[in-house]
């Protein structure tokens, strides 16, 4: 019975993707998106923080469009773990994302309260804060006009940056098999820095929110194979639904590959190896499907997830998650 709910739960969010993904988005390469979202839960939803019986450490690294210059960079550090008392869970990360002239670094803890259910489940509540550093380096404007002596008043002469604060929301429901989030981890919209704006550009404009839902089934094939599918599904009111659909195959020594689809006719082939119970690494090679509109220029992708046993833990499963 619990199995077939989980399954219509499924079928109710692949009809959603169909209602709300066939009208123009308008997509913010500004919110940073891992192909695998899943090896950095706590990263969009910082009631995951600490959801495991271990420390779990995480380093992703994201280069999209090869060849093209300037093109987005992404990099993430994390941990998370549990305390000593099994309701609360704690997270730190400190993540870059680089879009031409234009850097962003933020620095944030996660801290998460669990209420026990009864057969292993759990509800969540997380409260994320931290500040976030913009900065637009002009100094590295190039122009193509040979006859641009640089005298521009809309152009400034000088690097700019500002710090701001920051703080979202989540909440999720998780069973050993199954596990569903929704989230709102940036509340705060800050602008991009300009001259004499310390303190300008900052606001709370509910309809620039972005908001997350997550969810991940996990069906076991046979003794060897686990098949486990996730769909992340973001957008704020003033854009339409972005998603990104996963498709991972497990098998019982380690190995793991599959493969994703995401909004803009984005397709990507995952695959990945846990060398013990302790060391994973997985690698994304991403490509897009509309080559006329977007060139053939490939993105990818590498994480390593790390665990640290906490007492004495007893977790044997090859799952990254």
């Known amino acids: 019975m619990k199995n077939r709910l989980h399954i219509i739960s499924w079928y109710i969010l692949m009809i959603l993707i169909c209602l709300f993904s066939t009208t123009p988005k308008l997509f913010s390469q500004e919110n940073i998106l ?9 990263f969009t939803n910082p009631s995951f923080s600490g959801n495991k019986s271990y420390m779990e450490i ?3 690294y994201h280069k999209q469009w090869t060849g093209v210059k300037g093109a987005p960079v992404s990099a993430i550090l994390s941990a998370h773990a549990p305390l000593n008392n099994i309701k609360i869970g704690i997270a730190g990360m400190i993540y870059n994302n680089e879009i031409g002239i234009l850097n ?12 026990n259910l009864e057969k292993e489940r759990i509800f969540a509540l997380g409260f994320q804060a931290g500040i976030i550093n913009k900065e637009i380096r002009w100094t590295e404007l190039r122009t193509y006009d040979p006859s641009f002596n640089g005298d521009d008043p809309s152009i400034p002469n ?4 500002s710090i701001t604060p920051n703080f979202g929301l989540g909440f999720s429901y998780y069973s050993p098999k199954f596990h569903i989030g929704f989230s709102a981890p940036r509340l705060l919209q800050d602008t ?12 709370f404009e509910f309809k620039d929110i972005y908001f997350y839902l997550n969810t991940d089934i996990n069906l076991k094939v046979n003794t ?14 003033n854009s339409t639904l972005d998603y990104n659909f996963n498709l991972i195959f497990y098998h019982i020594n380690g190995i793991f590959a599959g493969c994703s689809y ?19 690494i997985s690698y994304s090679y991403e ?18 997830n790390y665990k640290i046993s906490l007492k004495k833990s007893n977790y044997t499963s090859p799952r990254f998650f």
């Open 224 to 237: 060897k194979i686990q098949v486990e599918p996730s769909i992340l599904l973001f957008s704020s009111l």
């Open 104 to 115: 962003e670094t933020g620095f944030f803890a996660n801290y998460a309260y669990k209420i």
């Open 34 to 42: 891992f192909t695998n979202y899943n090896l950095n839960e706590i």
């Open 287 to 304: 490509n897009s499907l509309d080559k006329i509109k977007r060139g053939d220029h490939t993105s990818h992708e590498i994480f390593i």
């Open 158 to 161: 000088m690097n700019v940056s």
């Open 262 to 280: 995401r909004a803009e006719k984005y397709w990507s082939i995952n695959m990945g190896y846990e060398f013990n119970s302790k060391l994973g």
């Open 58 to 60: 995480a380093m992703g």
């Open 192 to 203: 991009y820095p300009y001259e004499n704006s310390l303190n300008k550009n900052i606001n």
